[in-house]
């Protein structure tokens, strides 16, 4: 397995972020003085954007926003891609597979299929785009992608997350949710290459292998994380019960996951949390009785790039691919709307890894 992230080049800190966004969300001092302490609170110190900070006054309408997104997303898929590509020494026409996802933007013919023509990939090579899954998509796609090379083991897959969550912050808006938005998730993307056990006996890749997966769905959370989609865009559902459905779901699908190979929590050496933010993170600590500093890759993923969304879990493997030793577990999870979980049990192989 191989992973790359891929960033735009305009990075900023939180506190000239607060500065530009203010008079763009809100005229009330009173939600002004709401949103620059939720911004100075949410455990982001820098985050890159994809454009100039000052051009986001002049953002007309969503046209132009996903136009945008195609365009910019495109080039850092490419970036991504290419860089996990090379990574694993793998050429763009033995890919057999893509899984593309984003919830930032739309696009038809979508970014996975303008990759293909840009990479060189083979005519006949299988697509399959994703939409709605939001911050959990990059645990999904990665899950989903092993479930591919399940069937397919001879073959090569490709998971490609593009999110440029600033496209999507609303104007003039200064409830809660986009204010909290505003301050928390930035944009990048990031690109998983993986092979089959066929494939992988031939050409042996470093990196972990995947364990086990788990999907779940939890009851009666529809309203608690997504979108409402309109003239103007994206306008994000955020509601503060992510914490409580962590406490009330999280620990048993952890449990549940970990049991069916003898482990127990004890025995992960290796926490990839999706970094939805500080309470989100602690909520995650909470119920599996951990210490905060268990997910010390998460918070310094948040602290340096914000909630990237499904990219955002993604980047963090390639930060951690090589690292871990030989033999060492790791647990990659995320939540995403619906409310849903994904679950991703990864292992380091004693003989330096072999993609699975």
């Known amino acids: 397995m191989a992973a790359a992230p891929a960033v735009p080049a305009h990075r900023y800190t939180q506190a000239e972020i607060t500065r530009v966004l203010e008079p763009l969300l809100t005229h009330d001092p009173a939600r002004a003085a709401l949103l620059r302490r939720i911004h100075a609170s949410a455990g982001v110190e820098t985050r890159n954007l994809v454009m100039e900070l000052d051009r986001y006054a002049s953002l007309a309408s969503f046209q132009e926003a996903n136009d945008l997104f195609i365009r910019a997303g495109t080039d850092l898929a490419e970036r991504a891609t290419r860089d996990a590509l090379d990574a694993a020494g793998i050429r763009p026409d ?179 949390a999706h970094p939805g933010g500080p309470k989100v993170l602690q909520a995650f600590a909470a119920a599996l009785d951990l210490a905060d500093a268990a997910f010390e890759p998460s918070w310094r993923a948040l602290a340096a790039s914000g909630n990237q969304s499904s990219a955002a879990v993604l980047g963090m493997l390639a930060d951690t691919m090589r690292s871990p030793a030989p033999g060492a577990n790791g647990l990659l999870f995320a939540l995403g709307p619906g409310v849903s979980a994904e679950l991703v049990l990864l292992r380091w192989a004693p003989d330096a890894g072999v993609a699975a």
């Open 94 to 272: 033995e890919v057999d597979f893509v899984l593309f996802t984003s919830v930032t933007g739309v696009a038809a013919p979508s970014i996975d299929a303008q990759l293909a023509a840009r990479l060189g990939m083979r005519s006949d090579v299988k697509r399959l785009p994703s939409f709605g899954l939001g911050c959990v998509a990059g645990a999904a796609g990665l899950a989903r992608v092993h479930d591919y090379l399940i069937g397919h083991p001879h073959d090569v897959a490709l998971l490609v997350s593009v999110e440029l969550c600033s496209l999507t912050v609303q104007r003039d808006d200064d409830s809660t949710a986009n204010i909290v938005a505003s301050g928390l998730f930035g944009d990048g993307a990031a690109a998983v290459v993986a092979v089959g056990d066929a494939y992988a006996s031939r050409h042996a890749l470093a990196g972990p292998d995947v364990v086990e997966t788990r999907s779940s769905l939890y009851p009666q959370t529809e309203d608690v994380i997504g979108w409402d989609i309109g003239g103007s865009g994206f306008r994000i559902v955020l509601s503060a019960g992510v914490p409580e459905v962590i406490g009330r779901h999280f620990a048993a699908d952890v449990h549940t996951v970990l049991g069916a190979h003898g482990l127990t929590v004890a025995d992960v050496d290796v926490w990839l």
